[in-house]
């Protein structure tokens, strides 16, 4: 949540993040360019207008990736950094209707066409563009990820000895791996690989489908569990046939088991196989993609795992029963008791006075916390837990009026979405800020 902010700047920190200031009080702060865009989805039109049409590129770029849908009006802005921001929008998991995509894919600067090539929905005509543009990088980006489209399903095409044979010589290490990831390369080909050089080569052929586990085995590489791999494609396009999906489960191979774990068309007995892989990645892409795992499985995962889908597994997890886990060793799973919708508030309670701050903040943001232990945690040493309950709208509204002028409180109860509107004018009036018009 940032360092601690003074009055009056930490009150214009906060209120340019309270989720409830109207849209006077917004216009105010977009006087100073003091707005932070991420704090909602949608923006009134009134303040889009603000937004857009603002002189100081730095608002247009935050509301190019953060503001509603009349975002989409930036793909023509004069500003080459403010386009740039548009088209990057994907990174934070935001999207372009194909319309917007076309018109950024003609931009003159290269940096805003190369962030188009990475959205999701790429319009078949932008495509071809960009498979074409000018600047080398664009172009092998595109045929990276919309070359596919020019395959046949499975997106592999089988190709000659001669052709083979010449990707296999190239001198460029990233062609003889891309050949060797290729499942209908011939075998005899693919051993040629396995004795290339260059590890990365090595790897990409040691989980050629065509392989014999012998064959694997013999191959000099060696995987390293706390690597990110890049996992065999063929192991998601291999048509459905139980037979084959089996055998390749029972694969030494743990790239393969883990490629194989993302399909979500796998038999029951091999997804009870991979259940108890001794592979924790293989557990993990399994939890993530197959519904219909052991309870265990999914608790096994969310004790373990903090990467980016430990919240949708926590959402699998039954809630009924989840507060007998209180008392656990793991603080991510005495959190988890706060689940329970039949865990009572004096469990709550006692649960916001866990030795874990991560346990602490959890039981903050549980509805069935009095006001009286929020105001109580304005006084926890955690600078999370503090400033949560600041941003808190339990706390009582004159707690809420003294926080204001505590320094390493001031910003987060500006913060807070019940903090009245005249108290919102009042402290932009006291931070010297313009009224209104």
Known sequence: ?????????????????????????????????????????????KIAEVAL????????????????DQRFRLARDPVVK?????????????????????????????????????????????????????????????????????????????????????LVTSENAETRERAARNPLLPVDVVRRLTRDPEFRVRLAASSHPALTEDERASIDIEIDPEIVYRLPEWTLSLPHDAVEVRRHAASAHVLI???????????????????????????????????????????????????????????????QGLRRFADDPHPRMRALA?????????????????????VRWCALRDPRLTPERVTELLEDDDPNLHRGAAADPRLPLARLLEALEETRLAAAAARNPALPMHIMHELLDRAGVADRQ
Request: hydrophobic content about 35%; aromatic content about 6%.
């Open 1 to 45: 949540m940032g360092d601690p902010t003074p009055p009056p700047e930490g009150w214009i920190k906060g209120l340019s993040k309270n989720p409830a200031a109207p849209d006077d009080v917004v216009e105010r702060l977009l006087s100073i360019d003091a707005i932070d865009f991420s704090t909602r989805k949608e923006w009134s039109d």
């Open 53 to 68: 049409n603002h002189p100081d590129p730095k608002v247009r770029r935050n509301f190019a990736v953060f503001g509603g």
């Open 82 to 166: 403010v386009r740039r921001a548009l088209a990057a929008c994907w990174e934070f998991g935001r999207r372009l209707p194909e319309e917007v995509l076309d018109i950024l894919a003609d931009d003159p600067d290269g940096h805003v066409r190369w962030e188009v090539v990475h959205h999701p929905n790429v319009p078949r005509q932008s495509q071809i563009k960009l498979l074409s543009d000018p600047m080398d990088d664009i172009r092998a980006e595109a045929r990276e990820r919309f070359g596919e489209a020019e395959r046949p399903p499975g997106g592999w095409t089988p190709m000659t000895a001669e052709e083979a044979d010449a």
């Open 257 to 319: 088991r883990r490629g194989l774990a993302r399909r979500k068309d796998l038999p029951q007995d091999v997804k009870e196989r991979f259940a108890a892989d001794e592979d924790f990645v293989v557990r993990l892409l399994l939890a993530e993609n197959s519904d219909d795992v052991p309870v265990e499985l999914l608790l096994e995962i969310w004790r373990e795992w903090e990467g980016l889908s430990q919240w949708r597994i926590k959402e699998r997890i039954p809630r």
């Open 338 to 358: 706060l689940g329970d919708p039949q865990t009572p508030p004096e469990l709550v309670d006692e649960l916001s006075r866990d030795e874990e701050p991560w």
